[in-house]
Structures are given as C-alpha cells and as structure tokens.
C-alpha cells in the first residue's frame, strides 16, 4: 500500500490490478489481495517497482490527453484508464531513488482509446510514417494547412473536413547533474480546412511530426531519444471521438529500465523482496524426468 501526492491524489476505483481509494483526504494505492501480510512481497513490489514510470508519464502527458478515453466505464477517469492499459505492458523499473528524482522513460505506452480506425504507424526509430496518404504533396515551409487538409481528406476515406490531427512527442533527457532520466512532453496539432491559408509549419510550430514521408505523413527529424505517435479526433454531437493509439519508442535508453537486472536493482531499492526460498520462481523446459538419475554408476550404485 501507498499513499499517493500530486495529480493522482485524484483517482479513485480500480485500474488493472491496483486499486485507489480516499481516506482522511489522502489516496490510498493498494494491489488487488484478498490479505496481504507481507508489504515486500514479490507480488507487491513487481508492482511498486513498475507504477512510479506509468505515472510519472501520465503526469506530464495528463494536459494533452483529455476525453483521450472515450468509452471510459462509469466511475473511471482518464487517469485511472491510463494506468489500467499500461499497468499491463512491457514493465519499465524504477528504483526509489529515482522515483525521488523525478525519473521518467519514454516508453511505448498507450494513450488514447476510441472508435475512430487507428492510425497504423510503421517503422521504427526516428523513421515512423502513418498510413495517412498524401499523394503528390510535398510539405515544405510554404505548405498551407488547405492544401495538407486537401491531400488527406482526398486521398484516406477515414478523414473529414474539422477532424483533427495530433502528434504526441516525447523527448528523453538526462539530468547532467543527477544523470536521473526525465522527459520532456510537447505536442502539436492540425484541424483540417480547405479554407486555412495559413502554413502549416506556423500552426504546427515545424512540428518533427508533419513531414511527408514516402508519400505519407511521417516524422522526419532528430528528436534524440524519444516516443512519438499521431492521434486522429472528432467532435461528435458533443463528444470526442479519437483513435486508439500507442507510442512508437526510438528511445536507447529504455531496455537499461527494462528485464530480470532492472527489476532487481529497483526492489532492492525498496528492500529486498521476500518470498519461499523453496518455490521455483520462473519456469523451465527441458527433457522430461522419471526420478532417474542419468550418469550414475552402473546398477544405481553410490551406495558403500
């Protein structure tokens, strides 16, 4: 069990195998156990160890992600969506000392879920392109935000006229004097008009994100380290449609978080973990056994 601070003071009900709940003012975090006598079990800390990174990037990604959730369940926020989706991926480990530090790993998390058709992202490192055809456009400086709005609308059936385009981008940065890892979270974003004379690098501020990349729209930049992906939204009888959409990560330093060391080095930063010395704690194959002994002397000998 903890207690939580900051934003996520606010959440309340379950997310994945965690659940949240208020008391005296403050929010309690606790994992999903019918009893639990031991706080450093390996049960608990898999989970104190994995959640400090899935929050620390909800932190700083929070204020662009409204109504990111679309078909939320009643009683659930987008926090607690968040958590829930990215409680069960590929575990980035952090040790309470870095936790402390503000640490945070661009990883390829999820952070929209909706009804419009995702956009497939292909690629991988700084080359990621969508699927979002832009034939016979070439984006330049000049490139008005009609003439890009013209070339997506007519050319990919699943766009119209006042959707919009988003691109998420996540940098990794180390800090020079505590070499903890945090990063930095910008976005950028296009509303389709064929009316729009105004270039598209001025509203998107020369977004990496809205180049042309082998005809589609793609990030074409050296953005270091980092996580990135392009959400599509609408608005829709007062709601907000969006697309179900995860991080593509060109982030190096991300596999030093991740595995069997990683985890090792961040529970023991909390105090060792303590479970049955006797249980087998991972799974093997190998040829199948009898109870026979192979190699022995002839005659199961061995004894005087």
């Known amino acids: 069990m903890a207690i939580l601070n900051g934003i996520i003071r606010k959440m309340s009900g379950s997310a994945g195998d965690l659940t949240f709940k208020t008391l005296n003012g403050q929010t309690v975090v606790s994992e999903k156990v019918v009893r639990m006598t031991n706080p450093r ?3 608990q800390m898999r989970v104190r160890t994995r959640w400090s990174n899935v929050i620390a990037m909800y932190s700083g ?3 662009l992600l409204n109504n990111g959730f679309e078909n939320r369940p009643l009683g659930l926020s987008d926090y607690n969506m968040f958590v829930k989706v990215n409680m069960q991926r590929t575990p980035i480990y952090l040790t309470k000392q870095a936790v ?8 390829a998390y999820q952070i929209t879920q909706g009804s419009l058709p995702a956009i497939v992202v292909t690629g991988s490192g700084q080359g990621g392109s969508t699927d979002i055809r832009l034939t016979g456009l070439t984006i330049s400086n000049s490139t008005t935000v009609a003439e890009f709005s013209q070339a997506v609308v007519n050319n990919n059936a699943d766009y119209r006229y006042g959707d919009q385009i988003s691109f998420f981008l996540v940098k990794q940065l180390v800090n020079a004097a505590t070499e903890i890892p945090y990063c930095q979270f910008s976005a950028a974003k296009v509303i389709l008009d064929a009316a729009n004379t105004e270039t598209l690098a001025s509203v998107t501020g020369g977004s990496t994100g809205f180049k042309a990349v082998d005809g589609k729209l793609g990030h074409n930049g050296n953005d270091g380290d980092c996580a990135y992906t392009w959400v599509h939204s609408r608005k829709s009888v007062g709601r907000t449609l969006v697309s179900t959409q995860e991080l593509l990560s060109a982030n190096t330093l991300e596999a030093e978080y991740q595995g069997d060391a990683a985890y090792t080095l961040a529970s023991t930063s909390y105090g060792h973990s303590t479970g049955s010395f006797l249980t087998p704690d991972a799974d093997a194959s190998g040829a199948a056994s009898g109870g026979e002994s192979g190699g022995g002397d002839e005659g199961g000998g061995g004894g005087l």
């Open 61 to 63: 990604i929070r204020p």
């Open 100 to 107: 402390a530090g503000g640490a945070c790993i661009a990883t």
């Open 41 to 43: 079990s390996v049960a």
